[in-house]
């Protein structure tokens, strides 16, 4: 695997500050029942890294000590993770928004039986990767029998609630290009993914949210032997939109990996880039519990063109809303 860090520690992109935060996105691991393309964490079955019991507590006593507005569940699949659901339900009986970044695939596999209901069941929100509504493209970038999976997989979901009018159960789906280009406007292609699933499948959703590949980790290094990196920067730099920056994820957003270490932002934990705090190489959760980081300088690299280039991307999609 390439490491394209040393291609991003120089960078033209602006200065930014963190506002208020509202978010945690923990990372629970990189254990993964899939080794897709597009993965920027480069997760995979063969991963070992999962979050343990004593950083669950802390995670938990930093919530107990801010206001957050939103618990972002995150991996590889982070429903592998042995204290997924322990975790859950500890967030929920706080009172806390709980979004799961789900990849369909794992509530087939053996062990997750009753994923499904459970979720249903905590009122977790479920953001569900689907790169595409056609059979072939997903395969051919998740590996074959994915798009059939999943498509049962919403079945299910939509048999529980999931997406149904006034079921207070939110579904949303993700997007992500085949390659190195931008992701076409999300407003259309929302209509698209609800006509062809509502016609073909019977299947319903409240949203899709439409992501920019980020140069990072496994899509990268595809870049790189393909000698196609330098080109997507420069797409990306030349797609940039300075009204993009005032609502970047990283503006609102902490990210925690698996040892409990804090980040910006997600791409920042995967490109080693921890938060900035003194002379300190990387701060834990556990520092920062009662902490506030409104003004605090964010990391940045060439890499963040990836969430401002044309109509903007986040971990809740386009920024151009």
Excluded at 267 to 292: S, T
Aim: net charge neutral.
């Amino acid at each position: 695997m390439h490491n394209t860090l040393p291609l991003l520690k120089q960078t033209s992109f602006p200065a930014l500050a963190r506002k208020r935060l509202d978010t945690l996105q923990i990372n629970l691991g990189y254990l993964c029942n899939q080794s897709c393309l597009h993965c920027h964490v480069n997760a995979g079955p063969k991963r070992k890294e999962l979050m343990d019991r004593e950083t669950i507590d802390t995670v938990l006593a930093f919530l107990d000590a801010n206001e957050i507005g939103l618990v972002d569940l995150t991996g590889g699949a982070p429903e592998m993770n042995p204290y997924f659901r322990t975790l859950v339900g500890e967030l929920r009986q706080r009172g806390c928004r709980v979004m799961d970044r789900c990849n369909l695939t794992i509530l087939e596999e053996p062990g997750q039986e009753g994923l499904a209901e459970f979720l249903a069941r905590q009122s977790v929100e479920i953001t569900a990767s689907l790169p595409c509504y056609l059979e072939d493209n997903v395969d051919r970038q998740r590996g074959k029998g994915t798009f059939a999976s999943s498509i049962r997989a919403l079945k299910r979901l939509n048999g529980c609630g999931y997406g149904q009018t006034g079921s207070g159960l939110e579904l949303n789906l993700v997007y992500n290009p085949q390659g190195p280009v931008l992701p076409p406007p999300q407003a259309a292609l929302e209509a698209d993914y609800k006509r062809h699933l509502a016609e073909e499948y019977g299947i319903v959703f409240n949203r899709l949210f439409t992501l920019t590949n980020m140069p990072i980790q496994r899509f990268g290094s595809t870049l790189i032997s393909k000698g196609r990196f330098d080109e997507y920067m420069e797409l990306l730099r030349n797609a940039y939109q300075e009204q993009n920056r005032e609502s970047v994820m990283c503006r609102n957003l902490l990210s925690v990996d698996w040892q409990g270490y804090v980040y910006d932002c997600d791409f920042n934990q995967m490109l080693g880039l921890p938060l900035r705090d003194g002379a300190k190489p990387r701060v834990h959760l556990r520092d920062m519990i009662g902490r506030a980081l409104e003004g605090h300088p964010i990391v940045v690299g060439d890499h963040c063109y990836g969430c401002t280039a044309g109509q903007g991307s986040s971990c809740g999609g386009s920024l151009d809303k």
